[in-house]
């Protein structure tokens, strides 16, 4: 299988990078099994709507930063109602991953004061990414990737930075990625209207949450 190589230039255009990828696919009439690490629901939304052109999908939901428990619970089934709604040219089905907050809280401890963007979403970043390229070994997947960078807040650069290193040391190739482009961040408010999904106000750790109510 060809692992799409890494640039050496300091910005990537990934989109550009996906699209070859998803053309060449077409051409040779392939449908890989992709894992999909999704963060919410809204956000997979129109990855789901993309990707399932090309792909038989996994998404794999495994968000151990999510606070409180609730809003983990209501995530989670946010995600399982809307896989069931949506319609795919390519199967897609669900698996949770375990909710472990403590392991989130062991990897944040010393930047519970980092700004949101900064070094503890670096980590956090991947800590699930690492998970999911763990899971896609496992599973004998083609290729794993994350919701994430389709949300204007999240830094593609690095997310595929962290999501390359992780295949380079799984074995299992990283689908590059920057879903906010070609409109889509603005493709997934519209389907959260469709689908009348609940859109949380904050990214979903504590931290987040304090940062976006102005509590720190």
């Not at 799409?4 to 696919?25: F, I």
């Amino acid at each position: 299988m060809k692992v799409v190589e890494r640039k050496t230039q300091q910005k990537v255009n990934y989109q550009k990078e996906l699209d070859k990828l998803l053309e060449r696919l077409r051409a040779e009439q392939k449908v890989p099994h992709l894992l999909l690490h999704s963060c919410c629901a809204p956000c997979s939304s129109y990855v789901l709507e993309y990707l399932s052109e090309y792909f038989e999908i996994t998404v794999f939901y495994y968000n151990p930063n999510i606070y409180p428990e609730e809003e983990y619970g209501r995530r989670v089934q946010e995600q399982q109602n809307l896989i069931r709604q949506m319609n795919f040219k390519n199967p897609v089905t669900f698996l949770e991953g375990n909710y472990e907050k403590e392991i989130f809280y062991q990897m944040a401890k010393g930047l519970e004061h980092i700004p949101e963007g900064g070094e503890r979403c670096f980590r956090c970043y991947e800590l699930r990414l690492r998970e999911a390229a763990e899971k896609a070994k496992e599973g004998v997947f083609d290729y794993f990737t994350t919701t994430l960078s389709i949300s204007p807040l999240k830094n593609a650069q690095k997310l595929n930075e962290i999501g390359l290193k992780i295949a380079d040391e799984c074995g299992v190739p990283y689908l590059i990625s920057d879903f906010k482009k070609k409109n889509g961040y603005k493709r997934s408010v519209e389907l959260s209207g469709q689908y009348g999904l609940y859109r949380q106000d904050y990214c979903g750790c504590i931290y987040s949450m304090r940062e976006r109510h102005g509590q720190i």
